[in-house]
């Protein structure tokens, strides 16, 4: 798969193909051929990407419930987490844009955690998330969490069978910690299929706005499709349950993907001013719970 992605690239710069914008903040990959790659079509649920104006007009009003939601929970004093997990490329950081976009940063904060400094190696695994939690009145959201451990670094190698079986046998038990100490948590992963995610990487690294260096790591994720998928739903299995359960989001339309996580977020509370019709509830065919999604 990784030398597939790299004569590819090396085949759209031959031909002197690039990456190009349509009108839907997506960007298009063209193949040799001058055809659109329309790898997102891939076992999803609709024929059409979700149009532009209906995009921008929905996630204007979900983004002004988010507000209202925001400000009922500084009046309040609750609590929130909500963490997006997913492979790489599946459009969780662009979520993230959209859910902050609006809000008022003083009580709504991303997470995003480097590698483990050496002390922190040597921490209780969770230590270090814990120092992020929200206080009364705050939202955080996290990019990435604690579920590296479940994805990443057991997939890679970068903890012990001990650590690994350690963290699934906490976990739950922490997370119910925190929702018994009154904090909510919202646990979304976001689910791209295999061809969307290579085209993803392909547009990176030939789009010149959109340029990266993919580190070694980045590349190799490509090649470990089975191993994250076989990691993915055994996190699901083991711990996916009532007080905290995953929430899948296919996300091989990102403006679908968008949408639907603003509205299972803000259909989980009671707020003042809510718009009951606005939110409504998120679409089934592309929301599901975790373990539902196992073995899809």
Known sequence: MLRDVREYIDRLEIDGHSVGEDHDDDPVLIDAFGKAVDTWRENYPYDERMPREEYDETKYLLQVELLKLQNWISETGSRHVILFEGRDAAGKGGTIKRFMEHLNPRHARTVALAKPSDREAHQWYFQRYVQHLPTAGEMVLFDRSWYNRAGVEQVMGFCSPEQYEQFMHQVPLFEEMLVESGI???????????????????????????????????????????????????????????????????????????INAMRYFLSRFEYEGKDEIMVGQPDPLIVKRGRDAVGD
Do not use: C, G
């Open 184 to 258: 909510t948590v919202t646990k979304f992963w976001f689910s791209v299929t295999q061809a969307e995610q290579r085209t993803r990487f392909i547009i990176r690294q030939v789009d010149p706005v959109r340029q990266w260096k993919p580190s070694p790591m980045d590349l190799q994720s490509l090649d470990k499709w089975d191993d994250y998928t076989a990691a993915k739903e055994a996190m699901f299995l083991r711990t996916d349950n009532d007080l905290a359960p995953w929430i899948t989001i296919k996300s091989n339309d990102k403006k679908r993907a968008r």
